[in-house]
């Protein structure tokens, strides 16, 4: 069965540092997603991409943040500056046709120190 | 006003039970509408979109009320395998916009 994957699985930074989350979403997918979950707390979306361009993004999605999909099969979010704040898991996601029937990657565990 | 609320529980139910969970969004514009399960640490996973007209799939059926605004799951013969956060997750409709919100779970705990 296809599935997103997202690499690292687990990222320490320092703050300041920029740090890149890769995803590889469902090959046959055409929009692409990245949320994040601050522990206990709810999964935020954070940014829609489809042809290759932002979609949509949410008010948390500012200057410090950038996707790409550099290739035709990687998606990656660049967060620049990071904050301590930022520490959160991080989860990439994708869909074909039907936009609320999203696949999730298995997430990256964002640590900010 | 929180745009999608669910109770957050736990529901601690034994094997065989029925348990039922509800969702209400304050969107009216609100169109699409789905249940994920997450288990702990672990990303969401969708378990079932929820029709107008309600539907059902094996132990599980999700309903939607429009004029009231909300949706629910209802799970039957709970397993132990259950036990997992369920989310809520509502799409708007107005101006084009697709952007999902997820409500912030209801747990489940099954028991033996």
């Known amino acids: 069965e296809p599935e997103v994957t997202q690499t690292p699985s687990h990222q320490v930074t320092q703050m300041g540092q920029e740090v890149i989350l890769r995803c590889v979403p469902i090959?046959?997918?055409?929009?692409f997603y990245w949320y994040r979950q601050i522990l206990g707390q709810k999964v935020e979306f954070l940014v829609s991409?489809?042809?290759?361009?932002?979609?949509?993004k949410s008010e948390i999605f500012d200057d410090q943040f950038s996707v790409e999909r550099p290739d035709g099969s990687n998606f990656t979010l660049k967060i620049r500056s990071t904050k301590l704040e930022d520490s959160a898991m991080y989860f990439c996601?994708?869909?074909?046709?039907?936009?609320?029937?999203?696949?999730f990657g298995p997430g990256t565990r964002l640590t900010v120190t | 006003r929180k745009e999608v609320e669910q109770d957050p529980g736990p529901f601690n139910v034994p094997e065989g039970a029925t348990v039922a969970f509800n969702c209400t969004y304050s969107?009216?514009?609100?169109?699409?509408f789905f249940w994920y399960r997450q288990d702990c640490r672990k990303e969401p996973k969708l378990l079932m979109s929820?029709?107008?007209s309600g539907n059902e799939d094996g132990r599980f059926t999700a309903q939607l009320n429009r004029a009231s605004q909300y949706i629910s799951l209802l799970i039957r013969d709970s397993k132990l395998s259950d036990s997992a956060t369920y989310l809520c997750?509502?799409?708007?409709?107005?101006?084009?916009?697709?952007?999902?919100?997820f409500g912030r779970g209801t747990s489940l705990i099954v028991h033996p």
């Open positions: 996601a994708s869909s074909g046709d039907r936009v609320g029937e999203q696949y």
């Open positions: 090959s046959n997918h055409l929009y």
């Open positions: 991409f489809y042809n290759n361009e932002i979609s949509e």
């Open positions: 969107n009216s514009a609100s169109q699409s």
């Open positions: 929820v029709y107008s």
């Open positions: 997750v509502v799409t708007p409709s107005s101006g084009g916009s697709y952007i999902p919100t």
